[in-house]
């Protein structure tokens, strides 16, 4: 398992955290239950298998509702 | 598209606000209701178009969002060809959300100043010797690296050559100065107000204490607490319902614009911000001054403390014991050579103030020495039996004891000192007082708490009960209990939870964990060190006792700000649901207001929190600056953090 952690762009609704959780947690080999979005730090934080999905196609997830992805990195 | 959408947002929100502008001259100015209706439908598509976009891509990933409202809320009046409703309903929520992200990055600024106080890049030493410039996530531990006066300090480490001054007080807390020589250790977000240094970098990125801090504070500002969990819960469903609800009143009532004005009420604005903003700018507030609440519900229990227990050293007093008066029965220096030969060897806080309080005596060797629990030490030193420890001790031993050393012992207690009794093969032979100095300003703080609401404050000490009872006395304390173990104090803070107080901690993090971690609230005064960041809930990043008032008083601001905008969310809630029963004036366009007015009320009532300094901040401001020469020498422990 590893850990994904994307800078987004500055966050201003609490409705875009559920849109966000949501694209994250239909990665395929994403841990659903460890998908956290930081509302105030405009953070997201989850979990990922790395046989199953690379940090590339979670990030690709957020930039497809919508949401610009500042940084990205997993450890 | 979206991403076109996303960043042309503010340009469309400006444009259909104009239209909307112009569509209304076209009424009144021009008398064209068909110039007017055209312009409006056309401020109704630019304006909804970006709404309808974001619904749709929520609605793919399974999420009913408030977008989803607006936007049949906007259909549904293009059906009662209502253009100048749609119109200023899309225009408003476009333009509400505009400035709920300017007034929100206002209440985050005070974490982002955090964060920026790591710098982007650093200077790295080459293998031929020279210095270039490298982003901060390609450093690797071990790299040796350059801080210019005024620079920020990139890592952890240590200096390898140079030297100069360094601010920590985005760590510390402390804005004094430090002096930085070669091995002294340096850290991240830290600013090097003077000299120039070569570190070798030994912890990076999010491993250094600042990394870890501004983690810290990230989770907290967004953990919940039980309340806003129940107000997420309620909004996951509460826009289904209101989607439900419209459907059906619309149904029954067979009025289509009713059903769609029950769209635009229902939006879940200022409830569901209105407790995390409090909480962001309270969080931040505190961030600022060393203090960090961790979440929001540390803040709320916090802010209904009634019982505080503080241990007595290292937290009342600065913990740093010395010899203030000896007394000697008989001989006398062979006694002192005897208890330094036995105190040398031993690791208890008192030993180390004797040792040094001895530095010329030599010791002799300790043959056997045995430590007997709660009471001393029992040793066997050059052929003769020392015993060195209480009242306890001695009497185990049956050690005789005078009329004339017993008016001593009680002399020295009732002055306030720790008394430890030496007895050599049987004989009292000196009786020393040691003494730890009271931290400057802790009486004025605990006043000072009392005023905050705090109804009882106990000391509970493994000292003797006459110490315990003179610095209370002297402090103001309501209660005080000496003679205690680690365990007894947990007891203690047990047996005043059962009887229904919510209790704070305050100790020094490493032997009271177990009462940090009973207590609800529990507060280490350990200078930002892991374990004080791990075991509490309110971390102090500055030993100084200053700040626990300081961070009771927010905490007591921020609840209140908590309250007052779940008030104002509340109430704006019942107002319009009334009135949309109850008044004919009543439409979507004013609902769509007072909706977008009450978020940015909320926003900007937490606001005041960042600016917020409590009263006594104020007027401690002179003292402490008074007092911060007088506090110089104590700023050295700072140094051990790791």
Known sequence: MQKAILQLETLACPTCMQKIAGAIANVDGVEKTSVKVLFNASKAKANFDPDKTNLDTITQAVKNIGYDVLKASAK | ?642
Request: charged share 20%; net charge negative; with cysteine.
């Open chain 2, 1 to 642: 598209m979206q991403k076109w959408l996303m960043k042309n947002r503010n340009r469309l929100t400006a444009i259909s606000g104009i239209l909307i502008v112009l569509a209304f001259a076209a009424k009144w100015l021009f008398k064209s209701e068909t110039g007017a209706s055209g312009l409006l439908l056309a401020a109704s598509l630019i304006g909804g178009f970006p709404i309808a976009a974001s619904a749709w891509q929520a609605l793919k990933v399974k999420v009913i969002s408030i977008d989803l409202l607006v936007t049949l809320a906007i259909l549904g009046a293009f059906v009662i060809q209502e253009f100048e409703e749609s119109a200023i309903v899309a225009f408003l929520f476009l333009f509400g959300a505009y400035l709920e992200q300017k007034t929100l990055a206002k209440t985050r600024s005070a974490i982002k100043e955090l964060v920026e106080m790591v710098p982007e890049t650093a200077l790295r030493q080459t293998e031929d010797g020279d210095f270039e410039e490298v982003d901060l996530d390609d450093l690797d531990e071990g790299d040796i690296l350059l801080v210019k006066t005024g620079g920020k300090i990139p890592v952890d480490g240590e200096v390898v050559y140079g030297s100069g001054t360094a601010n920590e007080a985005s760590i510390t807390g402390e804005s004094m100065p430090l002096g930085k020589k070669l091995g002294d250790p340096v850290y991240a977000g830290t600013i090097l107000e003077n000299g120039t240094i070569r570190i070798k970098a030994e912890k990076v990125g999010d491993e250094t204490t600042f990394g870890k801090i501004i983690e810290l504070v990230e989770e907290a500002q967004d953990s919940k607490s039980q309340a806003e969990r129940l107000i997420d819960r309620f909004s996951k469903y509460y826009t289904p319902v209101v989607l439900l609800l419209a459907i059906i009143v619309g149904l029954i009532s067979q009025d289509l614009e009713l059903a769609v004005t029950i769209l635009v009420l229902g939006c879940p604005g200022a409830l569901v911000i209105g407790v995390p903003v409090s909480n962001v700018a309270g969080i931040g507030n505190g961030a600022k001054q060393g203090i960090l609440f961790k979440g929001s519900e540390v803040i709320t229990k916090f802010s209904k403390v009634d019982t505080i227990m503080f241990d007595k050293t290292g937290t009342l007093t600065y913990g740093d014991p010395r010899v203030s008066q000896v007394k000697k029965y008989g001989q006398g220096q062979l006694a002192e050579q005897l208890l330094v030969s036995v105190e040398k060897e031993s690791a208890h806080p008192l030993a180390k103030a004797i040792t040094g309080y001895y530095e010329d005596l030599e010791a002799k060797e300790v043959e056997s020495s045995q430590v007997l629990q709660g009471g001393g030490i029992v040793a066997q030193v050059a052929g003769r039996q020392v015993l060195v420890g209480n009242r306890y001790l001695l009497d185990q031993y049956h050690v005789p004891v005078t009329k004339e050393m017993e008016k001593n012992l009680e002399e020295l207690a009732s002055a306030g000192n720790s008394l430890v009794l030496v007895a050599v093969n049987g004989q009292l032979e000196l009786a020393l007082g040691l003494k730890d100095e009271i931290r400057a300003g802790v009486k004025e703080d605990l006043a000072a708490l009392k005023k905050l609401g705090v109804k009882n404050l106990l000391l509970l000490s493994g000292d003797n009960q006459k110490t315990v009872d003179l610095v209370a006395e002297e402090l103001g304390l309501t209660e005080a209990y000496g003679q205690l173990l680690p365990e007894d104090k947990a007891e203690f803070v047990k047996k005043r939870q059962a009887a229904g107080e919510i209790v704070a901690f305050v100790g020094d993090g490493i032997n009271d964990s177990p009462s940090l971690a009973r207590a609800d609230i529990g507060i280490a005064m350990g200078s930002g060190t892991d374990v004080a960041i791990e075991t509490s809930n309110v971390v102090l990043m500055n030993g100084s006792f200053d700040r626990i008032p300081r961070a009771l008083a927010l905490a007591k601001a921020t609840r209140r700000n908590m309250i007052e905008n779940i008030t104002i969310a509340l109430a704006v809630v019942a107002v319009l649901l009334v009135s949309v029963l109850a008044s004919s004036w009543m439409n979507m366009a004013i609902g769509m207001f007072v909706h977008e007015g009450s978020i940015l009320v909320v926003i900007l009532n937490a606001m005041r929190l960042l600016a917020y300094r409590s009263k006594l901040q104020k007027s401690r401001k002179l003292i402490e600056n008074n007092f911060s020469q007088a506090e110089g020498p104590y700023n050295k422990g700072i140094e051990s953090i790791q």
